[in-house]
């Protein structure tokens, strides 16, 4: 049976292991600003990997593209980021913490009393969260242009070229990952909460009246997606946005949440946006932004049904959800991440036996032939259990040992993480093995 995971836990193993490192973590670090060790890139990578993958390669109507982080300030004007995206700031007069307004107790909120010191808060004023910065040697507001908050506005700025150059037709998708930014006014829970994230977006236009069957399908296809990755579905649950939450541009929207250790959180949001972007960007740029049915020869605006998801926030709800504890024979406890094969950041653990006898320069061969195919580590430190014990930790789905029987029939002990189970498989034989095992990977809830 599984411990309960803390983020303290958790932000232990990923600095031991290599996932998460603090930022300038040698000047004190930088708050909100985290670095992705060896592990944690090939993780993160595996994972935006297997999105971009089920979100176009699968789909012959999805295409994607990879906008600038900086466009022209009008842009942000008119999808109402300059005058909407705010959050309420309060300061406390007395302690000088600052706290969104929307996040803290009620009673606090209504009493305008700190919920760390009991002080006198400020009264509430807006703060835009999105970064400027200057273009050119000048610094005035001729100049001033924002670091992007999503990646969304890039794709709708792009929608005649990409209409006029793939020759899609609606509906279809543009998917996008890349860079976003928000001065969150608090950051906390390690990586879920950063001011510099990476997003993992996607538009699908439809035709006005089909917005909504569309919403469902989507809606369901995002569901289905992290049992996919490998995620329990017992952590996640849906969360519909009322009238308070939902968004300037939305019709509808629903949450994805995860039961992170700190509690359920939102992990992905699917939303119905209307005609509000193309119609926006028409006004404010003066260029037509409708569409020509050439079947139907109606022209129209397409409705949007946006599935937007956090790279960043599902790295740490894949390391949430794979963490484990568990016990084994005579007591002793093994620490083991579960990461669907797909994504795990090494694929393959090769060990010699011992060193001698010529194993370990047989088990270097093997493991620098396996490279082409996985991602392999080599280890020949320490007992073979001790080995195993630390690809465990780090997530590694298969691990093989090279011992005196491959001398003679040139097989090797294929273990699996997760059962601790061991099979001979011969040597030519392993990359197919493997293929066949990923496939039929299942995790259990």
């Given at each position: 049976?599984?411990?309960?995971?803390?983020?303290?836990?958790?932000?232990?193993?990923?600095?031991?292991?290599?996932?998460?490192?603090?930022?300038?973590?040698?000047?004190?670090?930088?708050?909100?600003?985290?670095?992705?060790?060896?592990?944690?890139?090939?993780?993160?990578?595996?994972?935006?990997?297997?999105?971009?993958?089920?979100?176009?390669?699968?789909?012959?109507?999805?295409?994607?593209?990879?906008?600038?982080?900086?466009?022209?300030?009008?842009?942000?004007?008119?999808?109402?980021?300059?005058?909407?995206?705010?959050?309420?700031?309060?300061?406390?007069?007395?302690?000088?913490?600052?706290?969104?307004?929307?996040?803290?107790?009620?009673?606090?909120?209504?009493?305008?009393?700190?919920?760390?010191?009991?002080?006198?808060?400020?009264?509430?004023?807006?703060?835009?969260?999105?970064?400027?910065?200057?273009?050119?040697?000048?610094?005035?507001?001729g100049n001033l242009v924002y670091l992007r908050p999503e990646t969304a506005q890039g794709i709708y700025v792009n929608f005649k070229n990409v209409v006029q150059t793939s020759r899609v037709k609606v509906p279809f998708g543009i998917a996008q990952v890349g860079k976003a930014f928000r001065n969150e006014i608090t950051t906390k829970n390690f990586i879920f909460r950063t001011c510099e994230f990476e997003q993992l977006e996607m538009q699908y236009f439809v035709a006005p009246g089909e917005d909504d069957e569309w919403f469902e399908f989507w809606k369901k296809a995002r569901w289905d997606y992290y049992k996919k990755l490998g995620v329990r579905h017992s952590k996640l649950r849906f969360h519909?946005?009322?009238?308070?939450?939902?968004?300037?541009?939305?019709?509808?929207?629903?949450?994805?949440?995860?039961?992170?250790?700190?509690?359920?959180?939102?992990?992905?949001?699917?939303?119905?946006?209307?005609?509000?972007?193309?119609?926006?960007?028409?006004?404010?740029?003066?260029?037509?932004?409708?569409?020509?049915?050439?079947?139907?020869?109606?022209?129209?605006?397409?409705?949007?049904?946006?599935?937007?998801?956090?790279?960043?926030?599902?790295?740490?709800?894949?390391?949430?959800?794979?963490?484990?504890?568990?016990?084994?024979?005579?007591?002793?406890?093994?620490?083991?991440?579960?990461?669907?094969?797909?994504?795990?950041?090494?694929?393959?653990?090769?060990?010699?036996?011992?060193?001698?006898?010529?194993?370990?320069?047989?088990?270097?061969?093997?493991?620098?032939?396996?490279?082409?195919?996985?991602?392999?580590?080599?280890?020949?430190?320490?007992?073979?259990?001790?080995?195993?014990?630390?690809?465990?930790?780090?997530?590694?789905?298969?691990?093989?040992?090279?011992?005196?029987?491959?001398?003679?029939?040139?097989?090797?002990?294929?273990?699996?993480?997760?059962?601790?189970?061991?099979?001979?498989?011969?040597?030519?034989?392993?990359?197919?093995?493997?293929?066949?095992?990923?496939?039929?990977?299942?995790?259990?809830?």
């Open positions: 049976m599984a411990n309960a995971l803390t983020m303290d836990t958790l932000v232990s193993l990923c600095k031991r292991r290599g996932f998460v490192f603090q930022s300038s973590e040698i000047y004190g670090g930088l708050a909100s600003a985290w670095d992705y060790g060896p592990l944690g890139v090939e993780l993160k990578k595996n994972i935006q990997e297997f999105w971009w993958k089920e979100m176009t390669r699968v789909h012959e109507n999805i295409v994607g593209i990879d906008a600038a982080i900086m466009m022209h300030p009008r842009v942000w004007e008119a999808s109402g980021h300059v005058e909407n995206f705010t959050d309420p700031l309060v300061d406390c007069k007395k302690c000088k913490q600052r706290f969104r307004e929307d996040k803290i107790p009620q009673e606090n909120a209504a009493a305008k009393k700190c919920p760390e010191c009991n002080g006198e808060l400020t009264d509430s004023r807006k703060f835009n969260l999105m970064f400027k910065t200057f273009m050119g040697p000048v610094e005035d507001g519909q946005h009322g009238p308070g939450e939902l968004a300037h541009y939305a019709k509808v929207a629903f949450d994805i949440e995860y039961e992170f250790p700190m509690g359920w959180q939102e992990l992905e949001g699917i939303h119905n946006r209307t005609d509000y972007d193309l119609a926006r960007h028409s006004e404010f740029s003066g260029k037509d932004q409708s569409y020509l049915d050439e079947e139907t020869k109606k022209k129209y605006i397409p409705y949007v049904v946006e599935t937007s998801a956090g790279l960043t926030r599902t790295v740490l709800a894949v390391l949430s959800d794979a963490y484990e504890e568990q016990e084994v024979e005579a007591g002793d406890t093994r620490v083991v991440m579960h990461f669907h094969p797909a994504i795990a950041p090494v694929k393959l653990g090769v060990f010699p036996l011992v060193k001698k006898d010529g194993l370990a320069e047989l088990a270097q061969n093997i493991e620098k032939d396996l490279r082409e195919d996985f991602t392999t580590f080599y280890d020949h430190g320490g007992a073979i259990g001790r080995r195993y014990r630390r690809q465990d930790e780090v997530g590694t789905p298969y691990c093989i040992t090279i011992d005196y029987q491959t001398k003679e029939d040139n097989t090797v002990t294929l273990r699996y993480r997760d059962s601790m189970e061991q099979v001979r498989v011969k040597v030519a034989e392993i990359p197919e093995f493997i293929r066949k095992a990923d496939k039929e990977y299942r995790r259990e809830e």
